[in-house]
Each structure stands twice: as structure tokens, then as C-alpha cells.
């Protein structure tokens, strides 16, 4: 855990949730096979993102699946022939939805690119390959983007140019740019997007994505995939997983 003001927010109240089952389900999801370090499954009330196999070859694809689809226990057949955003020339690594519009999303590349794509009501009705912004800042692949959770042109992206670059998909403008000691394995904002948490195989930092700066860091020992997110707006935890090792 990573304290970036050495305090914990202790008026944070937390509550035992539980989860009901759901009826709604989607079938025949051709989704990516191979390994990323980022998510290629995301969703909001409307839609669900997801990475898909190409047609051919190694272009990176995103199906969305439209929610109100799914009603009652029939489970919805996805179409060998769904529409599809093909407009990423490598694999797809990542695929995040704006938390504030429910009809934009972005997807991060082997092809170094951190693509943000419209969704017309009910989807799209044929393939899509021009996004709405392209952003090519990064010098190698992009493994994680997310949306700033307050202001909905702003996005946060990483990549293994050990780079984290805050920019502005409105006018492609690039607000500042966080040069990382090693490769990030994880990346979040916090509650009121005022901060950048980031991850790496040995340590944790803090970003101001104003300023470029880093703020804060910590030290843990990962080998694998890393999760992280805010548990307030100064603190954020991480989960990792550790190989080879005896406890």
C-alpha cells in the first residue's frame, strides 16, 4: 500500500457488499487468447468491450456487445460476422470505457498507438477502423490507458517506453509526460483524478499528472501481473502475485 500523504482517510466507510446472480449472459465470445498486461474486457451500463481475434493475421480488434440484448435466462449468440473496431495494425492490450461517457472508449496497442472510438446508439453496424483520435506519443507498445474520472477528454496511458502520458484526446494536446525508473505493470487515478498510481515489478509511485513529478513511492517484490486502485484519494493498494516462493 502507498500512502502519497502519509495519512489514511479514515472517514472512509466500507461495507461487506454481496452480488446477486445474473440471468443476462453472452455466448461464442471469440475473445484474444494471448497474454497482456492490461484488460481487454470492459463495461458499463450499456456496453461491454471486448477484445477480439482478428480475421486474419496479427490486427487487434474490439467487439462491443450491446447489454440490452441480454434479456431474461436466453443467453445472446454472438454473430460469426459481428461488427467489429479494427483499426489497430498490432494486438490489442487494453481496452477501458469513459466513466463519464457511456458511448466513448479507448484501446491501447502492440502498434504503440492509444486509439479512442465513438459508439453510435445500439452499436455499430458495420466495421470501424477510423477512431476518433489516435494518440502516438509512446515509443513502444501501450499497455495501459484510463480515463481521467472527472474530466472526460483526459486520459492517462503507459507503455514500455517506461513512459506515463497524460494528454487530452479533444485537441491531441499532451499535458505532461512521467518518466518511470522501470516498466509499469499497473496504472489508475485516483477518486477525483488528481493523482496518477502506477506500478512496477519493484516499486510503486504516485504521479502528479500535472506536473510530470513523481510524488511518492514505495517498495514491494512482484513477478507477475499487478492490479492497483485508490482506496482514497491519497492512498492506493496493490495486488500482485509472487512466483517461487516459499511461505
Known amino acids: 500500500m502507498i500512502d502519497a500523504g502519509n495519512t489514511l482517510n479514515t472517514n472512509e466507510t466500507w461495507r461487506l457488499m454481496r452480488g446477486g446472480k445474473c440471468s443476462e449472459t453472452f455466448v461464442d465470445i ?6 497482456v498486461d492490461g484488460c481487454i474486457l470492459d463495461m458499463n451500463r450499456k456496453y461491454i468491450a471486448v477484445g477480439w481475434k482478428p480475421y486474419l493475421g496479427p490486427n487487434g480488434c474490439i467487439v462491443i456487445l450491446n447489454v440490452s440484448d441480454a434479456k431474461g435466462n436466453i443467453p445472446v449468440r454472438t454473430k460469426i460476422d459481428v461488427p467489429r473496431y479494427c483499426g489497430h495494425e498490432k494486438a490489442v492490450t487494453n481496452v477501458r470505457m469513459s466513466p463519464i ?65 497524460i494528454w487530452n484526446f479533444r485537441n491531441g494536446e ?74
Open 174 to 247: 499532451v499535458v505532461c509526460k512521467a518518466n518511470i525508473p522501470e516498466t509499469p505493470t499497473g496504472m489508475c487515478w485516483n477518486i477525483n483524478g488528481s493523482l496518477v498510481g502506477v506500478a512496477g515489478k519493484t516499486r510503486a509511485y504516485i504521479v502528479d499528472p500535472r506536473q510530470g513529478s513523481i510524488t511518492g513511492t514505495t517498495d514491494f517484490e512482484a513477478q507477475g501481473n499487478t492490479r492497483i486502485t485508490f482506496i482514497s484519494n491519497n492512498c492506493f493498494t496493490a495486488i500482485f502475485t509472487i512466483k517461487n516462493r516459499n511461505r
Open 101 to 165: 461517457n457511456e458511448n466513448i472508449f479507448a484501446s491501447c496497442s502492440d502498434d504503440k498507438t492509444v486509439r479512442v472510438w465513438d459508439i453510435p446508439e445500439g452499436g455499430i453496424r458495420q466495421d470501424v477502423k477510423q477512431a476518433r483520435f489516435v494518440f502516438t506519443g509512446h515509443t513502444k507498445k501501450t499497455t495501459f490507458c484510463e480515463f481521467n474520472p472527472v474530466c472526460e477528454e483526459v486520459i492517462a496511458s503507459g507503455s514500455l517506453d517506461k513512459t506515463i502520458q
Open 30 to 35: 471469440d475473445y484474444m487468447d494471448s497474454v
